[in-house]
T-cell receptor
Framework: DVKVTQSSRYLVKRTGEKVFLECVQD?????MFWYRQDPGLGLRLIYF???????EKGDIPEGYSVSREKKERFSLILESASTNQTSMYLC???FGGGPAGSPLHFGNGTRLTVT | QKEVEQDPGPLSVPEGAIVSLNCTYS??????FMWYRQYSRKGPELLMYTYSSGNKEDGRFTAQVDKSSKYISLFIRDSQPSDSATYLC?????????????FGSGTRLQVQP
């Protein structure tokens, strides 16, 4: 079974802090994604990566950056946390060799609260 | 307009009922269609995966895609309390180059014992 592990289940940070969310997958997947999930808005794509050191902006990249130095690890960085970044953050991975619609495998999420 | 629309519910049904969950989408380029189930405080897990139009059955679950009307459905037969979760539909272009999915906002289902 694919395992996607997010380092923290709950985080509380102050406005202006730099925040790191870490994600590791164990199935040698090429693609990795960061989504945020908010009530009524569903899952929205922040950034994705289809190879080491490669990154692409998703639909809502403002205020975020990412890092992928190793294939299994994809980090989301909030450079200066703001209260509107309070959300559930979900990391996912998928096989890169399949069609564009390869299913995503998700971690259990990090609930971030910015006060 | 969102690319994928889904009624948020909540939908409450008695145990044993047939459940119908639905999504509509606007982009005719979508070719892959998926349903994810998300339990409380967990990440979404893949439930059903279909390509293009037609039906796919897996146990008590049936996924249906009607590309002519841009409508996707998930049917759950003999619903159980353990089916209580949020159900998310997701779609993808045949070749977006970004290999990501577009999700509906999710429908919360509660199956009453």
């Amino acid at each position: 079974d694919v395992k996607v592990t997010q380092s923290s289940r709950y985080l509380v940070k102050r406005t202006g802090e730099k925040v790191f969310l870490e994600c590791v997958q164990d199935m040698d997947h090429e693609n990795m994604f960061w989504y945020r999930q908010d009530p009524g808005l569903g899952l929205r794509l922040i950034y994705f990566s289809y190879d080491v050191k490669m990154k692409e902006k998703g639909d809502i990249p403002e205020g975020y950056s990412v890092s992928r130095e190793k294939k299994e690890r994809f980090s989301l960085i909030l450079e200066s946390a703001s209260t509107n970044q309070t959300s559930m953050y979900l990391c996912a991975s998928s096989f890169g060799g399949g069609p564009a619609g390869s299913p995503l495998h998700f971690g259990n999420g990090t609930r971030l609260t910015v006060t | 307009q969102k690319e994928v629309e889904q009624d948020p519910g909540p939908l409450s049904v008695p145990e044993g009922a047939i459940v119908s969950l639905n999504c509509t989408y606007s982009n005719s380029a979508f070719q892959y269609f998926m349903w994810y189930r998300q339990y409380s405080r967990k990440g979404p897990e893949l439930l059903m995966y279909t390509y293009s139009s037609g039906n796919k059955e897996d146990g008590r679950f049936t996924a249906q895609v009607d590309k002519s009307s841009k409508y996707i459905s998930l049917f759950i037969r003999d619903s159980q309390p353990s089916d209580s979760a949020t159900y998310l539909c997701a779609t993808s272009h045949i070749d977006t180059g970004r290999r990501a999915l577009t999700f509906g906002s999710g429908t919360r289902l509660q199956v009453q014992p």
